[in-house]
């Protein structure tokens, strides 16, 4: 239903949350307002695209009027393609709440939260010696055995780590706590112990036996109450293990529900008996996952909601509670009906996909979300807005969702919910080719000042005047859209001549944008036999610094200085006799037939990775709406170098070497995997194989000839 990537956070309401991971390493959002599907990332308009998380996490934001006015934007490290338009669950974590990765080191880096019954060992360990302490009448020697014993239960898990464990020994730590009456207070920890050398070996009968026989150890009320506490951990240990499939696998639908709810009942009685205690949130936490356990997604969504109601906004453990909403309960295909209003809401979200319910069986229906009447009562704006969704998304019809919405765009700034009705509101007048859909756009981006939200109107705004032509509004003077990377692809992607060259020469804009639009300029210039004005513009690449190095020619569209300084520093031969790049269309100028000016263009394609070189790449499936700069308003053909090769060997004028030399280039450019490298069209092996022949036989003598020795 969603994808995401786990943030752990501060409080113990999420140790046993672990959403799912998502699928790929590597995918980019697609540049378009609209969020019908869940895909790479999220936007801040709530929509059912969103990651269930960050459409929950922004309701209960709302609840609060908190729309992340003043918040910086969190670093997307690699992700840079996100911009400022999308994000992931972490990212809007991260916003709300900066923190500082948290490294693990020493004893502590094999222990993580959900690793099993070991996560709590080191701390468990530390908690007994503080209870050795408190007590005062064990001393000396039996006091060393306790503190040397427990040491080595913690080296159960620290030798062997999370899911195997060693052999304990000689079957146990002493052979006789007493079977009746009350032990005293060594024979108690002594018989703790026993029983904590079985769960953390994995003996769940024999650790409920010793824990029984200590829990009222009157002598030490630690004891007592750990003991309680315990048999009930030992039991939900016990249920998680009956889940594992024959592969070591996780599987929820294996898990003993009458085990399960054996540890829930353990849990309730250990908080009827310390409804203050020290392990009572622990407790409370663990009775969800054996709900959880049980698949008793009725009572364990009461709870969320209850938890939910009381939870605080603006408190960084909301993060971490949505993690387990959203991993135990939303994501669950039997989850049945919820009637918390943000749970139910988020879940419609969900089921108004298309991608996860092509078959329908739990798409929402309209009369099941007119039956939710109730449940919105006193939430008629959330009501409405997911009825709008319903009509946009679902049904299509963009009228409805239009009328669902009324124009509020005129105000001072928004909540999320408030915003995410209004931006529902500009896709319809989109749709509906609204001839007021600019004013609209330009009256909500005044008060968009919550994060992301701007960028996103700058989106729609962009959107709509690259489909009516008018590329040069989005780059006036004072426009409203001044995100970088929304301009950015514009210029890379769609900009004609005319405005690449204006922007290349816009002093008042970043170099990182001038850069671009001068590299975008150049290159299809050349790409297209423009050598008059490729000349024209070239003295301005001297203009730039140079890169780094290692920057190549990877994700220019995010580079700090897009990489001009290959025109005017670059590689221009690698054995065949070639001037600058300038030089070489100043030949082509004079005569674009000219064969050395053809071959030298090649080998500054080749040379600088410009063959097939796109500076946005994007993999669409058929019938995908396009997306932001999929327009094309510089027109002209390109030539692939491919051409040249193909033409020059045909071309009677040209000398015995660079006809050999085309051969040669010809043939390489199927190296080394048997596909064309080199743009064009292509050949097949019986063509390359005729080329490669001919210049064996016919050019035996040039130095080409001589170093070619295989056809691909």
Known sequence: MRKGVLVVGAAMVAAWATPAMSGGAYCEPEWRPENPDLGCASQIPIAPGNDSRVNLFLLM??????????????????????????????????????????????????????????????????????????????EGEADSLLRSLRERITAICKDDGPGGFGPVGDGGFFTNIGANGVPDAGTAFMGYLEGS????????????????????????????????YMIARTRLNEAIESADDKWGWFDLEKADAAIAKRAEEGFRAYLAAYPQGRYAASASGLIRKALWLQQDYGRLGAIYGDMLESAEPTDEELAALIDEVDDKLLIRESAGQLDHVYLLAVDDLMRMRNDYYADGDEKLTKAELDGQAA????????????????????????????????????????????????????????????????????????G???????PAIELALAR?????????????????????????????????????????????????????????????QLQRGEYRGFLADYPLAKDFPARDEDQGMWNVIDAEIAPVDIFADGKWSSGYPCGSIDATAQRLLRNPKDIDGRLCLGDFYRLNGLDDFQIIYRYRGEGEPPELGDSNSYGGTVIPRHDFYTSIMA???ASRDQRAYALYRAVRCYAPANMNSCGGEGVEEPQRAAWFRQLKRDYAETRWAKELEYYW
Request: with cysteine.
């Open 61 to 138: 934001q709302d609840r609060v009027g908190n729309s992340g006015i003043g918040l910086d934007y969190p670093d997307l490290e690699w992700r840079s393609f996100y911009g400022r338009n999308f994000l992931r669950w972490q990212n809007l974590h991260n916003a709300w709440y900066p923190i500082e990765e948290v490294e693990y080191s020493g004893d502590d880096e094999w222990v993580y939260p959900g690793s099993g019954r070991c996560q709590t060992s080191i701390t468990g360990q530390a908690a007994f010696s503080m209870a050795l302490d408190a007590n005062g009448r064990i």
């Open 651 to 653: 071309d009677r004028s």
């Open 197 to 228: 050398a079985s769960f953390y070996n994995g003996g769940w009968d024999r650790a409920v036996e010793y824990y029984a026989k200590v829990r009222n150890a009157d002598r030490d009320p630690w004891v007592s109450e750990t003991a309680l």
């Open 464 to 524: 709509l005047w690259e489909e009516q032509g008018r590329l040069d509004k989005v780059f006036a003077k004072g426009s409203p859209i001044d995100d970088s990377r929304i301009r950015s692809i514009l210029l890379g992607s769609s900009a004609g001549p005319d405005l690449l060259k204006a922007q290349a020469r816009a002093s008042d804009r970043p170099v990182s944008e001038r850069s671009l639009a001068l590299f975008t300029v150049l290159l299809k």
């Open 448 to 454: 968009a000042s919550g994060i992301w939200q701007r």
């Open 375 to 446: 449940v919105f009562a006193d939430h008629p704006e959330l009501y409405g807005f997911l009825k709008a969704n319903f009509a946009f998304y679902v049904e299509q019809d963009y009228r409805a969702a239009r009328d669902l919405l009324p124009d509020d765009a005129r105000q001072e700034s928004y909540s999320p919910l408030a915003f995410s009705r209004q931006y529902l509101r500009g896709l319809a007048l989109h749709a509906l080719g609204d001839r007021n859909e600019e004013g609209f756009w330009l009256e909500l981006i005044e």
